[in-house]
């Protein structure tokens, strides 16, 4: 019993141990990674110029946080943008609902799919189970199922791929406004 239970704590150990080796911080450099977005074409990371890039993992498409949290992302886009920083948004969504959740909400940068969690886990960001939700488009009720659920975390990247900042306690409505923050606060 006692070796049976020196056993399974020296197995949680280990297993908390690689959970958090794969965590990044701030300088750590992403190395390039591509994914479908919400259109069915492929984008890479190698082809963002801006000047920084915000990376944000959602849970799910089409659901309450989530949107608000995306929405607030489209208000700020111009004003993001003039501080030349791109978005991509990720979730273990599949392609067909991430092109409703941009249409249905006028979502004006790029959803990303990471059915599979490979960018979850370059990123170091963690992942369950994945579900499904009923919601109606354009009048006509739509299972949404996703294969994984992300963790709600938020990076950004500047123009050498270096994490800048991250923030795995999102406030959905404050996320943009507090990465349009750290940018300002990097440039002084």
Known sequence: MIKSLSLILILITFTTLAQSSNEKKIGDKISNFSAI???????ELINNNSEFLIVYFYPAAM???CTKQACAYRNDFTSLKNLNTSIIAISGDNQKNLKYFKETYQLNFPLLSDSKGKISKLFGVPTKKGG???REI????????RKLTTARWTFILNKNREIIYINTEVNTTEDSKNAKEAIKNYLK
Do not use: E, R, V
């Open 37 to 43: 977005d919400d259109q069915g074409k492929t984008w």
């Open 63 to 65: 659901t309450g946080g």
């Open 138 to 145: 354009n009048g006509i009720t739509q299972i949404l199922n």
């Open 132 to 134: 499904s939700i009923s």
